[in-house]
């Protein structure tokens, strides 16, 4: 399921009544259409179809191992697909709706199809903050499984230009929202009684998470496979070589910089690791169209979320 097998006419319309309900219209047809959330563009359809589901690995030509993220209207639509223990209860009071995504137990009656969870007996679930996503949802009465709207393996995107150049053809539609807010992946974990897993570091920080629950957050056990979205090693990765912890610019190469300094883009001029995550995948996308033949990245604090931002740096250059 690597393949893209339709050319479709994609068409890109401002967000407003009328392209909402066009593009619940779609979502109600079987067919994926791109959305912001407040991190990235997703690439969203109905989650209790396997043929949606189908499109949206097709459209990206992504690995059907690599599961997805089920995006919800509210906490009640999330209890109908998944089971939610209290840990996972109160990180749900505290970062809902948001930037967070909770791996747990699908129901046994769980309609989401199975192709979504890749297989897995668990799910992804996250309930978004961003506007148009929760319009969509609403709208399409159906939970929506939605990766990142771009090629597989691509550098995500946080602009609807992002989308079109990646998918263009593939998909039918674009909802055009502007650009996100967050600029990175949620954050993923799978809560226990006694730790919480982080599976993908992101906007939602570790010490915002022991801080909710009051209890610590703790790395996977190796050996685990692919038991979450953006887990793959090689991951949001542009077309040229990537060198990080570069603390000065290389002759023939684009300068991702953060701080003081020369460089073609800077992700944050003051030092605001917020600022530059919000702004991570517009200067790769920016560096990968541009004439260098390389790309360097300034070095990024490993504190808060720069781990969110280093994650999808280390990934890139994999």
Not at 127 to 132: F, I
Not at 270 to 288: K, Q, W
Request: glycine share 8%.
């Amino acid at each position: 399921m690597t393949h893209r097998a339709r050319t479709l006419d994609t068409q890109i319309r401002a967000y407003d009544g009328a392209a909402l309900a066009e593009a619940a219209a779609l979502i109600r047809a079987g067919e994926p259409v791109a959305v912001p959330t407040e991190t990235v563009y997703g690439l969203a359809a109905d989650a209790t179809s396997e043929m949606a589901v189908a499109r949206i690995y097709a459209a990206k030509g992504r690995p059907s191992f690599n599961p997805l993220i089920v995006h919800v209207s509210d906490l009640a639509m999330a209890r109908r697909l998944v089971a939610v223990p209290p840990v996972a209860e109160r990180l749900a009071q505290a970062f809902w709706p948001g930037a967070l995504t909770m791996v747990l137990q699908r129901l046994p009656d769980c309609p989401v199809a199975q192709l979504a969870s890749a297989g897995l007996p668990t799910l992804a679930v996250r309930l978004p903050s961003h506007p148009a996503m929760r319009a969509l949802i609403a709208a399409a009465g159906v939970p929506l499984a939605a990766p990142s709207a771009n090629a597989s393996g691509a550098i995500s995107p946080t602009r609807a230009s992002h989308v079109l150049t990646s998918l263009g053809g593939q998909i039918p539609f674009i909802l055009d929202a502007g650009p996100t807010s967050e600029g990175i992946e949620s954050t993923i974990v799978r809560p226990q009684d006694d730790a919480i897993v982080l599976l993908r570091p992101g906007p939602v920080t570790a010490e915002a998470l022991e801080a909710a629950t009051g209890l610590p957050v703790v790395q996977p056990d190796g050996g685990e496979g692919v038991t979450a979205p953006g887990q793959l090693e090689s991951h949001y990765a542009p077309s040229k070589p990537v060198r990080l912890n570069c603390p000065a610019p290389l002759a023939g190469h684009f300068h991702i910089g953060f701080g003081p300094g020369p460089c073609q883009r800077n992700l944050s001029a003051a030092g605001d690791l917020v600022e530059a995550a919000a702004n991570l995948f517009a200067a790769l996308h920016e560096a990968d169209a541009s004439a260098f033949a390389g790309i360097t990245v300034a070095p990024i604090p490993h504190v808060g979320v720069g781990l969110a931002i280093n994650d999808r740096l280390r990934r890139a250059a994999a």
